[in-house]
């Protein structure tokens, strides 16, 4: 498989469409003009990506007080995603891309190392899409456990 290629900030944001956990259609034009943060996460529900949700979550009101909003996506289906959004009390959008299209666009779909062996799946990634629906900050291979302090550095850099 060839290597996914990678976004860099000053890159146009790739444009997506998605359904979010009711199944209604939510399209990053819709925050033309707003910074929003873009993560994506390999599966509802596992350890790792509700911590990661969950720290988002907490971290809300304080993005949105900087003009920053919050959009997760993941392979999983619209109904896994309301489950997941309702047992953890999320209020931002989860998106489902069960073709990994968008995944794809955003070099957050290819080869990664997990546990010592080279497999095929979603690399846990964040990006900030600025006003202008540029790259601002593009970070790959992120780890669950530090997105709190990711968090923190992007409402300080917005400040």
């Not at 006003?131 to 992120?142: D, L, P, R, T």
């Amino acid at each position: 498989m060839s290597e996914t290629s990678r976004l860099a900030p000053g890159d146009k944001a790739p444009a997506f469409s998605l359904p979010d956990a009711d199944g209604n259609d939510v399209s990053l034009s819709s925050y033309q003009g707003r910074r929003v943060v873009v993560y994506f996460y390999p599966a509802a529900s596992t350890p790792g990506c509700t911590k990661q949700a969950c720290a988002f979550r907490d971290s809300l009101a304080e993005l949105n007080d900087a003009g920053i909003d919050v959009v997760g996506i993941s392979p999983d289906k619209p109904e896994k995603l309301a489950k997941f959004r309702d047992a953890e009390g999320l209020t931002f959008p989860l998106l489902s891309d069960p073709e990994r299209k968008v995944l794809t666009a955003y070099g957050a779909y290819g080869q990664k190392q997990m546990y010592g062996k080279t497999v095929t799946g979603v690399i846990r990634s964040t990006f900030v899409v600025d006003e202008k629906g540029k790259i601002a900050a593009a970070n790959y291979n992120v780890k669950a456990a530090s997105t709190a302090s990711s968090i923190q550095k992007i409402i300080k850099h917005s400040a």
